[in-house]
């Protein structure tokens, strides 16, 4: 577990409950007016179309003024009780349906109300994603800041995903050659680890027995994500860049960091787009020569999310006929209409999870965005607009009894306050699921979205003492990792260079190693 702050490093926005106070960026949104000018003529269309822009320039941010939802009282959920009960639904046999919970039908009767089967699965994924945060390197004072702390063989264990029933293949790192706000861990030391690259995620394969559960051998990617500020998206609205042959364009930020690479550096002489398409061509090529059934789903949170649909177009490019899907939560939007238009020609599907109160989903483009196709009579088809891709899942902060009423822009971006709420949605305008099974104590990780009546404290999740130890003297110092959790890129290439050469030689199980 990473040393956290009282802000989580993911999203440097103050947290408030004072229903009057709202970021100035935002309030600019919601004070712009269309002026109208008695002198000029305009057209209906025109004018529409004026309304309209004007209309979504009103940024919604939920605020204690709002109307709540009916919220059932603390006392009547018996907290008590959930305290006793394990924090894992059981796994169900999905085999059969399997191609439907991903997407295979864009979802048709599973999302509202929810399958108990799809709602699984999605908390499995964005597990995957969230343990791309607890296993960061944070602290400033470590010089292995910015890389995971635990190898790739012990990092489900040591987060409690050891019977996630996946192995965990390679890691992804990632750097960028263009400037970006505070996306980058950085140690305060000159000697450190790598002062170019960060460790971005993961690569990982279901096992036998999971994959016998699921109805076909599943790799997945998990993306992290990174610093949110409001910085960030004020810097994307109109810089979209080309990928591929055609017209689509994507945001160019997220492109620099999963393409940039350097030979100067340890762990970015690949980009992360070569590493993490090197290891799924590896997985994929395995199991379909063995006549297996092969998915590839992609998860990931905020930036991870924008990163993993970077990862599927380049793989649906790549592997013809192979079912990818995306997951993602709290993502913002990537690329233009026909970015969005080739990944549904590749049949790539995609579930987007937002929530109605987070402002990254709404951005770019929070202005100039899909809305405007319904004037393409007008203006034509816009290839600098922002756009969204796939289905979305939308969450309501207000449908929890458990989770506090004020504004809380760090608390509603957090990705645990997203899986609690997938964890408890049964269908529109229902309820929450008083038998929700994932442990509330997880939302106030690194945030106050609790209500105080359940005393979880606010930004728990940290390392005793702040990673401090005694030595043998009595004194309090930093301890040295374990040479085994050192990062070292010449260990992990040794390992998949041995892993490729048992392959070859079909000397039995990938995870020998």
């Known amino acids: 577990m ?290 297996e059934q092969v998915s590839l789903t992609i998860t990931g949170h905020s930036l991870g999310g924008a990163l993993g649909l970077l990862n599927a177009y380049e793989a649906a490019k790549n592997f013809t006929g192979l079912s990818i899907s995306v997951m993602s939560f709290a993502s913002p939007r990537v690329g233009n209409i026909a970015f969005r238009d080739e990944l549904y020609q590749m049949g790539v599907k995609t579930l987007r999870v937002t929530m109605k109160q987070d402002i990254v989903p709404k951005m770019p483009g929070i202005v100039l965005n899909e809305s405007l196709q319904r004037f393409d009579d007008i203006t034509g088809t816009l290839d600098w607009v922002y756009t969204h891709v796939g289905v979305e899942l939308k969450l309501d902060v207000r449908s929890s009894p458990y989770l506090k009423k004020g504004l809380n822009l760090v608390g509603f971006h957090m990705l645990e306050t997203y899986l609690h709420l997938v964890d408890g949605f049964h269908g529109t305008g229902s309820d929450f699921r008083v038998n929700s099974k994932r442990d509330l104590a997880l939302v106030n990780k690194d945030c106050d979205m609790l209500v105080d009546e359940l005393r979880i404290p606010p930004n728990w999740y940290q390392l005793a003492n702040k990673g401090l130890v005694r030595n043998h003297h009595g004194r309090w110092v930093k301890p040295t990792r374990d040479p085994e959790d050192v990062p070292s890129p010449s260990v992990e290439s040794s390992q998949n260079s041995a892993l490729e050469v048992q392959e070859s030689y079909g000397l039995g199980s990938l995870f020998g190693f």
């Open 2 to 291: 990473a040393t956290k702050n009282a802000i989580h490093p993911h999203f440097n926005l103050p947290a408030t409950t004072d229903k009057n106070q709202l970021p100035i960026k935002i309030l600019a949104y919601q004070d712009f007016k269309t002026a109208k000018n008695p002198h000029n003529k305009t057209s209906n269309k025109a004018t529409k179309l004026a309304e309209t822009l004007s209309s979504m320039l009103q940024l919604h941010i939920e605020t204690q003024i709002q109307k709540s939802v009916n919220r059932p009282k603390l006392k009547a959920l018996n907290i008590e009780e959930k305290h006793n009960h394990p924090a894992m639904s059981p796994k169900e046999d999905i085999s059969q349906k399997w191609r439907e919970i991903q997407g295979s039908r864009d979802w048709d009767d599973f999302l509202d109300p929810l399958h108990p089967w799809l709602r699984r699965e999605i908390i499995k994924y964005g597990e995957f994603a969230q343990a791309t945060y607890d296993a960061l390197d944070f602290d400033s004072f470590s010089e292995y800041c910015g890389s995971c702390m635990y190898n790739r063989h012990k990092l489900f264990d040591k987060l409690g995903l050891g019977k996630s029933g996946f192995n965990v293949t390679r890691y992804i790192y990632a750097m960028s050659h263009i400037d970006l706000p505070q996306w980058l861990e950085k140690s305060r030391f000159v000697d450190t680890w790598s002062k170019d690259s960060n460790w971005m995620g993961f690569v990982a394969i279901s096992d036998d027995q999971e994959s016998q559960r699921i109805g076909r051998r599943d790799v997945v990617v998990a993306w992290r994500g990174t610093v949110a500020p409001s910085e960030w998206y004020d810097n994307m609205q109109q810089k979209l860049e080309p990928i591929g042959q055609g017209q689509a364009k994507v945001e160019h930020g997220f492109l620099s960091i999963y393409t940039s690479k350097c030979d100067k550096t340890r762990y970015n002489k690949d980009s992360a787009s070569e590493q993490v398409m090197k290891e799924v061509k590896r997985l994929v090529n395995f199991y379909q020569e063995r006549s």
